[in-house]
């Protein structure tokens, strides 16, 4: 079986705590990772509750943008790691800025001297062409790709991109009388064998490769038509739903975020299998948005269209993938 991807719904509120909901982020625990997508205010309190402990974990942060609601947490939880004795490295990856930022928080709230190193990754938001991505971060089994997005600042959307998963199926290799030797590990070489008898096996014949899983995190933004490409297939696509089309099409465009009926019809047309709708503005009540989300549905059931599974996520809820 394959690591599990947890996906935590830290903080799924945006701009203003008036719904009591915490500022966006989003937490990924992959094995022995924790990848969290913005850092917004009080998210410390989300992974504790949830026992996340970034102290024991390889802590990769990852920033859209530098808007308060989305970077505020990151003082905190900087603080947090170095009175911890967190002693390994923490990444963190953002757009143009990223460097002084840091600066400025190490220098505002003496963090200078910690037991932990930051390795800070900036993102030249001019040098990506909308619609590709570029890869920011690798590791054995994963890669984290960054890729260009529509908002009022330099932003970043991120994807998770587990690695191809090559399974070795014993109980086939069991059934052809493959020996429990060194010769299976030809075939997961790639290479084919030749049994005592005269058989070959080909590596086909008892490996089954899968996908890797994947995972897109946009941030605040414009709908992406154009990197629709690029987010085609994902598992889990989390995707900025501030407003309803049909109270805020205006607002949306003049504040460069999207509405709830574009979020879907991206998701939509990148064939994802779940939508995570967050960062909804708190000004629509509960009923209002399922009503937009379930009129979007039918109109795509309608057309013979197959739409994404879409949920809500609330603070503190967890989706395994």
């Known amino acids: 079986m394959p690591k599990p991807i947890i996906v935590h719904f830290i903080g799924t509120g945006a701009a ?16 022995n990772y924790l990848i969290l997508f913005d850092v917004g205010e009080g998210c410390q309190f989300g992974l504790f509750r949830k026992k996340i402990h970034p102290v024991k974990s390889h802590l990769i942060v990852l920033i859209s943008h530098f808007h308060a609601d989305h970077t505020v947490g990151l003082v905190g939880l900087l603080h947090t790691l170095k009175i911890s004795g967190k002693g390994d490295v923490i990444t963190i990856i953002g757009p143009n800025g990223l460097r002084e930022f840091i600066q400025n928080i190490k220098e505002v709230f003496l963090l200078s001297k ?27 089994n994963f ?3 960054a890729f260009k997005t529509i908002h ?12 191809r998963i090559v399974k070795f199926n014993a109980k086939k290799a069991e059934m052809l009388g493959i020996p429990r030797t060194s010769i299976r590990r030809k075939l997961l070489e790639g290479k ?7 058989r070959i ?11 890797g899983r994947k995972i897109v995190y946009t941030g605040d933004t414009r709908p992406l038509y154009e990197c629709i490409p690029i987010l085609k297939n994902a598992d889990l696509l989390i995707h900025d739903a501030t407003f ?16 709830i009926e574009e979020a879907i019809e991206i998701a939509k047309k990148a064939n ?14 509960r009923e209002e948005i399922r009503e937009a989300v379930q009129k979007m549905l039918d109109k795509i059931i309608e057309k013979g269209e197959v739409p994404p599974k879409i949920i809500l996520p609330e603070d503190g809820e967890s989706l395994v993938i």
């Open 114 to 140: 910690t037991p932990y190193k930051l390795a800070l990754i900036e993102i030249d938001t001019s040098n990506i062409r909308m619609g590709e991505t570029i890869i920011i971060y690798e590791e054995m």
């Open 272 to 285: 994802a299998r779940i939508l995570a709708l967050v960062h909804i503005s708190p000004r629509y009540r």
């Open 143 to 145: 890669v984290v790709k």
């Open 16 to 31: 203003a705590p008036f719904n009591d909901k915490l500022f966006p982020c989003i937490a990924l625990r992959y094995d």
């Open 244 to 259: 309803l089309r049909k109270h805020d099409i205006e607002r949306a465009e003049k504040r460069y975020h999207s509405t």
């Open 201 to 211: 096996i080909r590596p086909e014949d008892v490996i089954e490769i899968m996908p």
């Open 152 to 163: 009022d600042v330099p932003s970043i959307g991120y994807i998770f991109e587990e690695r």
């Open 192 to 198: 084919e064998i030749k049994l005592s008898d005269g």
